[in-house]
């Protein structure tokens, strides 16, 4: 599984570092999200899935 953030819908609503904290990390300038590695780890994929589900904007795109 890959993930990103489409940049240009995403709020900065935090959502996603809390249900993936090791996936998805905060910028300090504006608390948008951004990933370090597309690539999911299996053991975090649930947790990534669960946050595509709360992000308001639909910024999390998954691709499998």
Known sequence: MHVRID???CQGHTLCS???PNVFLLREE???AY???S???PD???AVR???LTCPEL???IED
Request: glycine share 4%.
């Open 44 to 46: 975090q994929e649930a």
């Open 39 to 41: 690539r999911v780890p």
């Open 7 to 9: 940049e240009n819908i």
């Open 18 to 20: 809390f249900a993936a």
């Open 59 to 61: 910024a999390i795109v």
């Open 30 to 32: 504006d608390g948008h």
């Open 35 to 37: 990933v370090l590695d």
């Open 50 to 52: 669960r946050a595509a």
